[in-house]
């Protein structure tokens, strides 16, 4: 079957430290993975794209690795602070379709 | 800067009544999609339009649930009757082009909660 998995326990940080969340897929062929951050109570938003031919993309403290060998993409923030602390989701856009498919999310904590 | 409204907020409803939400998008967007999230889950496609058209709406419930953007332009998402297992947040979002043409970002508005009794 197709599913999308991220971390569903919480992940705890110490600030200052850089964060590492994951997403694995198995039987998608991806066109674009996005990563997308949720706050309680209140829509994604969108930060990062990445596609099936890029290896890595860096906004400011972000940073999104894509292998598609391994069928994982990575997340980091470095030098992560407590406004930081929200729910990471990725989406993946299987090639030939139109429609993201969302993970779960993952909650991040960074500690002060 | 721009965003996409929703209204309303938040919805409490009582089992087999009817309830309607709805979504203005970011201006000049042409694709529209209501999604459902249940807590502690990623959101689920229900429905998405390009410009009036539905693209795809092969999860959307449709015994129960339509939806329309008859314009183009602003959307309604209907429930009728509402059952006790639609709780959850519906967020609209927006986005200039369908997904893999180049411009997905997609852009969230800030959910109804619905609650049902």
């Known amino acids: 079957s197709q599913k999308i998995e991220q971390n569903s326990e919480a992940l705890n940080i110490q600030e200052g430290k850089t964060a590492t969340l994951t997403c694995n897929y198995t039987n998608y062929s991806p066109a674009y993975l996005q990563w997308y951050r949720q706050d309680p109570g209140r829509g994604p938003v969108f930060l990062l794209l990445i596609r099936e031919n890029e290896k890595e993309k860096r906004k400011e403290r972000l940073k999104v690795t894509f292998d598609t060998t391994l069928k994982q993409s990575l997340f980091h923030i470095t030098a992560s602070q407590p406004a930081d602390s929200a729910t990471y989701l990725c989406a993946l856009l299987p090639s030939g379709t139109y429609k993201y498919i969302f993970g779960t999310g993952t909650r991040l904590k960074v500690l002060a | 800067e721009a965003e996409v409204a929703q209204s309303p907020r938040y919805k409490i409803t009582e089992k087999s009544q009817a309830v309607a939400f709805w979504c203005d998008p970011i201006?000049?967007?042409?694709?529209l999609y209501w999604y459902r999230q249940i807590l502690g889950q990623g959101p689920e496609l229900l429905v998405q339009f390009q410009d009036e058209s539905v693209v795809d709406d092969s999860q959307l419930p449709k015994d129960r649930f339509s939806a329309e953007r008859l314009k183009g332009v602003d959307s309604t998402l209907k429930i009728q009757p509402a059952e006790l297992g639609d709780s959850a947040m519906y967020l609209c979002?927006?986005?200039?082009?369908?997904?893999?043409?180049?411009?997905?970002?997609?852009?969230f508005g800030p959910g109804t909660r619905l609650t049902v009794l």
């Open positions: 201006s000049g967007h042409a694709t």
């Open positions: 979002a927006s986005s200039l082009e369908l997904a893999g043409a180049g411009a997905d970002t997609q852009y």
